[in-house]
């Protein structure tokens, strides 16, 4: 297998262009294109781009040390592995060759991706709107009749509390974006997680993405303001069709008008008359996902192995994790798991 490894920023408008055309036959996630990897190259030098048998496929990787490396990214990417033809078989020893490390981790890659045995797997939740903004209201209302109802009910309460309610989509507002990054750092902040957002690296990578602009990929911030002010605002990676939700936050004096809910129904329906075929709002189980969404992404994690003693290491701890999620204590169950997600952030945070 001819593999050649090179940094995002060496791909040419040739390489990017073949790339994007494996990407329309498969996954259109906006992690997934040149441009994604070309945006966190620029901000971290070990970011690489494997070219596979001559440009039948890209993988985009960040390599972290000789041991191993992670989906370009990682931790803050929705969509990892592959793009490329149909029916490609990777090697996962060669592709470790290549990037010259021990091992590859993986936490977002589309199922039936032949890179690993997967470790475990989880859903992206997803609200198809290719049939526009009417079809999906009224599959909406079918589904989740209580949960529009009451919706719509804060709605009108929003707007005869606190004024002229006004919904912008794809707004360049410099400081409704800063906005909103304050608000998802406060919440780390309370909640003792690292200020994920702040890192240099990332906080490089938003804001290229927040300068992007062109036809297959995009930074999109959509707001929702009343007459007090900014309510809610949401940031969003767009490629040509899918719209990805990435970070979305509300100021905690509209708690009771569930604002941040508002806005993703908002941005559906914008998405339904704008020629996007499919809102994604990525992994987690969250309430507002499912009640918005209609259907799942099968998403896989696991680890690419060159048979090393690092790749070994690690299958070895996602095979305890297995064993110890299948106890019937929840809470003990779930502390495997934890603790490797948050090893990995700290992994790819300090780079």
């Keep these: ?31 997934l294109t040149p441009e994604w990897a070309q945006i966190v190259g620029a901000a971290r030098p070990d970011a690489r781009v494997c070219i596979i048998e001559g440009g039948e496929g890209y993988f985009g990787a960040q390599r972290l040390s000789r041991f191993s490396a992670m989906g370009i990214g990682a931790p803050i990417a929705d969509y990892q592995g592959v793009v490329g033809a149909e029916g490609l078989a990777v090697a996962p020893a060669a592709l470790c060759r290549a990037l010259n490390v021990g091992r590859i ?22 609200a198809e709107t290719h049939g526009g903004r009417e079809l999906y209201e009224a599959a909406l209302r079918t589904r989740r009749a209580e949960f529009v109802r009451q919706t719509d009910k804060k709605a009108r309460k929003l707007e005869r509390e606190r004024g002229h309610v006004d919904f912008q989509a794809q707004s360049g507002e410099r400081a409704d974006f800063e906005t909103l990054l304050s608000w998802k750092n406060e919440q780390l902040k309370r909640s003792g997680q690292p200020e994920i957002w702040a890192t240099p690296w990332v906080r490089e990578t938003l804001d290229r993405c927040f300068e992007a602009r062109g036809a297959s990929f995009s930074g999109a911030l959509f707001t929702l303001s009343a007459d007090a002010g900014l309510a809610a605002a949401a940031f969003c990676l767009r490629s040509s069709t899918v719209l990805h939700f990435w970070l979305v936050a ?6 009771a008008y569930s604002p941040g809910v508002q806005l993703a129904r908002r941005i559906i329906g914008w998405a339904g008359d704008n020629g996007v075929s499919e809102v994604d709002f990525g992994p987690g189980d969250y309430q507002y996902k499912r009640q918005l969404s209609t259907s799942q992404r099968s998403l896989e994690w696991g680890v690419v192995s060159s048979g090393s003693v690092s ?16 106890l019937p204590h929840k809470r003990l169950a779930a502390l495997p798991g934890k603790a490797m997600r948050k090893l990995d952030l700290v992994r790819a945070l300090a780079a």
């Design 1 to 31: 297998m001819r593999l050649e490894t090179i940094h995002p920023n060496e791909l040419g408008p040739a390489e990017a262009a073949r790339w994007r055309a494996h990407q329309r036959a498969g996954t259109l996630s906006p992690y």
């Design 105 to 126: 981790d993986l936490s977002h890659t589309p199922s039936g991706q032949t890179l690993f045995k997967a470790a475990g797997s989880e859903g992206s939740w997803l």
């Design 250 to 255: 509300h100021d905690g004096a509209f708690d």
């Design 311 to 326: 790749g070994a290491l690690r299958q070895g701890q996602h095979a305890l994790r297995r064993q110890i999620e299948r």
